[in-house]
């Protein structure tokens, strides 16, 4: 038998998870985590909250929004930690939203560089010119930047 704290204090969490206090607050008022009280109106949180913010924290990285993550949290268990199954049928929902996103990123990335490498001198192969706006029926922005799966 563990004796680890099943309930961790604020500070405690902060600490552990690299997350300020504040933005702990802010979390449990959005609903991404759970937190009890004690008599003397202090929070607690589960030992298992810890998992939750690496995700969210992680999640947040790659620029999803706390509304992308908060529907995913809303998938999980509430009254236990989740499982490996319950993370896997998470991933499963999120793989073509992040195959999109790591899309546009390479995207992103490949023609930066090459226009930082041109300073702009070709524009007929820039794929931020637009000129006689020929791309304006693919909308706004710079399609050619545009991961694959947001050209259709």
Not at 14 to 43: D, K, P
Not at 93 to 108: K, P, V, Y
Not at 113 to 139: P, Q
Request: aromatic share 4%; charged share 30%; with cysteine.
């Amino acid at each position: 038998m563990s004796k680890l704290p099943k309930l961790l204090t604020i500070g405690e969490v902060a600490h552990r998870s690299g997350v300020a206090q504040t933005a702990l607050r802010f979390y449990e008022q959005r609903g991404l985590i759970a937190t009890t009280r004690t008599s003397g109106n202090q929070r607690r949180y589960d030992r298992s909250v810890l998992r939750r913010l690496a995700f969210i924290r992680s999640a947040q990285r790659v620029g999803l929004s706390l509304e992308q993550i908060a529907e995913a949290l809303a998938a999980l268990p509430e009254d236990h930690a989740p499982t490996k199954a319950d993370w896997a049928r998470l991933s499963r929902r999120w793989r073509d939203e992040l195959d999109a996103r790591i899309d546009g990123l390479q995207r992103l990335r490949d023609r930066l560089t090459g226009c930082i490498g041109c300073g702009c001198l070709s524009l007929r192969t820039c794929a931020l010119h637009n000129a006689d706006d020929k791309l304006a029926e693919f909308g706004p922005g710079a399609p050619l930047l545009r991961p694959t799966a947001d050209r259709r």
